[in-house]
C-alpha cells in the first residue's frame, strides 16, 4: 500500500514547523511498511488533487495567507471536489481559516475558500497557551499549544474537540478546530502529530479506506508518546 501526501506551499506556510506532521505521518506509515511519499508544492505548481490521499495546509503570516489565497481560489473547485470525495485534509492556523468563507482582520478582509461552512474574525489579546482537548471518536485526549489572534465560529460543525484546558476556537463556545468529512481543522500549532499519535493514525487509516477500502492498521509501540500525551493531559486538568 502506499499514500501520497501533498503539502501545498511549504515556503510559505510552514510558520510553526508543520513539516514535522508529516515527517510523522511517513515514519507512522514505515513502521507498518506502508509506503509513503511527499510532494512539496510551490506556489504557481499545478496541483492534481486525484494523485493525492493527504493534503496538509499549515499556517503563515496574513500577508502569506492572502497570497495563497489568491492561489488556491484560482483552484477552489479542485480543491472543494477533493474534500466533498472524502480527501483526507490536515490544516493548521492560517490553513484552517482558509477552509473557510473569510478571515476579518484589522488589514482588511481575507476571502476564505468556504470549503467548511466557517469563518474567522480578528480579536485580542492573542490566545496563547497550552491546549487539552477530547473527542470521543479517539481513545485519548488531544494536545497541544495554540497561538493566533483570529476567533473562528464554526456554526453547527463538529468541532475537533471539547476545550478541557485553553482557549480554543473563539474562547467562548469551548470548541476547537472542526472535523467536516475527512477534513480536520485546528489551532494547535508544531507537533500535533507526534503528541497525538492517535490522531495521526486516524488521518492515516482515512487515507488508506479511501483509497483501498477498509484498512486496520498495525499497531505500534506507542507507550512513551502516550506517557508523554498523559503527563499533559493531567497537568493541565488536573485530573488523576
Known sequence: MKITIGHLYPDLLNLYGDRGNIQCMRKRCQWRGIDAETIEYQLEDRIDFSALDIVLLGGGSDREQMLVCDRLRSIQKDFRDYVEDNGVVIAVCGGYQLLGHYYNTDDG????????????????????????????????????????????????????????????????????????????????????????????????????????????????????EIEANQYIYHRFTAKQ
Open 109 to 224: 478582509r481575507i476571502e476564505g475558500l468556504s470549503l467548511v461552512d466557517l469563518y474567522t474574525e480578528q480579536g485580542s489579546p492573542r490566545l496563547i497557551d497550552n491546549i487539552v482537548l477530547e473527542n470521543d471518536k479517539f481513545s485519548l485526549p488531544i494536545v497541544g499549544f495554540e497561538n493566533h489572534g483570529g476567533r473562528t465560529y464554526i456554526g453547527d460543525n463538529e468541532p475537533f474537540g471539547k476545550v478541557l484546558y485553553g482557549s480554543g476556537n473563539n474562547g467562548e463556545d469551548k470548541a476547537e478546530g472542526v472535523l467536516y468529512k475527512n477534513v480536520v481543522g485546528t489551532y494547535l500549532h508544531g507537533p500535533l502529530l507526534p503528541k497525538n499519535p492517535h490522531i495521526c493514525d486516524h488521518l492515516i487509516a482515512n487515507a488508506l479506506e479511501r483509497k483501498y477500502g477498509k484498512a486496520e492498521l498495525a499497531p505500534l509501540d506507542d507507550s512513551q
